[in-house]
């Protein structure tokens, strides 16, 4: 019942732009936070941004702070990420996931997406 859907995810060149979407259904949107977080081969799974599903509070992980911008349009119960100024470093499979709280913490969340590549070429 409960679904989240990331898009958006390719292969750009270094300095590039991605947005990513995050469509999601069954559960209360505007209870909720949705978080973005990326897992690049061999390494954790980090925060990158998270926003409220309530008050449109964000936060954001120091790595792309002034680079990546987090969005929500509640009518639509979706989360968006552009990304700017891509680093070959972003490279990491992205994914995003509702929970509670607005927090940066991964076991923290509840329910997640099937996550979406992102590379960045050098």
């Known amino acids: 019942e409960v679904q989240l859907v990331e898009s958006g995810g390719g292969l750009v060149q270094a300095g590039g732009s991605l947005r990513l979407s995050c469509a999601t259904s069954?559960?209360?949107?505007?209870?909720?936070?949705i978080g973005w977080f990326r897992q690049a081969s061999g390494k954790e799974r980090e925060g990158v941004s998270c926003?409220?599903?309530?008050?449109?509070?964000?936060d954001y992980a120091d790595s792309v702070k002034g680079r990546f911008t987090i969005s929500s349009d509640n009518a639509k119960n979706t989360v968006y990420l552009q990304m700017h100024s891509l680093k070959p470093e972003d490279t990491a499979v992205y994914y995003c996931?509702?929970?509670?709280?607005?927090?940066?913490?991964?076991?923290?969340?509840?329910?997640w997406g099937q996550g979406t590549q992102v590379t960045v070429s050098s």
């Open positions: 996931a509702a929970g509670p709280f607005l927090l940066l913490v991964p076991h923290e969340y509840d329910y």
């Open positions: 926003i409220s599903g309530y008050d449109g509070t964000t």
């Open positions: 069954g559960f209360p949107f505007e209870n909720h936070a």
